[in-house]
């Protein structure tokens, strides 16, 4: 079956200027996670979305929001774009983002975003 | 709070050589899954294992073992007889099952130990 599947996988933006991007989960998978990946911070959890409704959440500015569509295809924003934002920001895809023994998360290969 | 400890930031070894990358972690839930992932330099996570806390059972797969010793909180990975294609970012994680709403779809992750294989 096919994986999870990000686009776009590279990004330039400007400072200042906002970025969308696209995750599409693994067919039958209702939650999806996102990260930012940076070489000072390591990985960091963003937020989970399952049914179109944000459950958990990180640590990080309101800057950074998400949504996720009736499809379970989520999309994560990040407004007013600061050089720190540069990252590879990864979602995974689960079958209900709970912790127990049948579920493990599927990750997608990336968006690697750069912020000049 | 959960915290993941991988304290080797690098390692390097020649081919056929053994290797074990170490993993410490914490946690105040009784109920928890640890997870090891490889990042290839393609950029994505791929699944290696999951162990739940109640299951500590040594586990091998081909050339992969894990040995999971609760009274050390320690994960530890070991790859026998590493191969060049093993060369790549491995990473040590943690989910809750018992923290509710805060646990849901979030994987505490270590920093990563690089390991690069020279043939």
């Known amino acids: 079956k096919a994986g999870v599947t990000q686009t776009p996988r590279y990004l330039i933006k400007t400072r200042g200027q906002q970025v969308t991007l696209s995750c599409s989960p693994i067919s039958g998978h209702r939650s999806v996670s996102w990260y930012q990946q940076t070489p000072g911070q390591g990985l960091q959890f963003l937020f989970e979305y399952f049914s179109e409704t944000q459950r958990n959440k990180g640590n990080f500015p309101g800057r950074f929001s998400g949504r996720q569509f009736s499809n379970s295809r989520s999309e994560m924003n990040v407004s007013t774009l600061e050089l720190g934002d540069s990252a590879l920001y990864l979602c995974?895809?689960?079958?209900?983002?709970?912790?127990?023994?049948?579920?493990?998360?599927?990750f997608g290969q990336g968006t690697r975003l750069t912020v000049v | 709070a959960q915290k993941v400890t991988q304290a080797q930031t690098e390692i390097s070894v020649v081919e056929k050589e053994d290797v074990t990358l170490d993993c410490v972690y914490e946690t105040r839930d009784t109920t928890y899954y640890l997870f090891w992932y490889k990042q290839p330099p393609s950029g994505e996570l791929v699944f290696l294992i999951r162990?739940?806390?109640?299951?500590?059972q040594n586990e091998i797969s081909g050339r992969y073992s894990w040995n999971f010793q609760k009274s050390t909180s320690s994960f530890n990975f070991t790859i026998t007889a590493s191969q060049v294609v093993d060369s790549a970012v491995y990473f040590c994680a943690l989910s809750e099952a018992e923290a509710g709403g805060t646990s849901y779809g979030k994987l505490t992750f270590g920093q990563g130990t690089i390991l690069t294989v020279h043939p």
């Open positions: 162990r739940n806390s109640f299951d500590e």
């Open positions: 995974a895809s689960s079958l209900d983002g709970r912790a127990h023994a049948d579920t493990e998360a599927f």
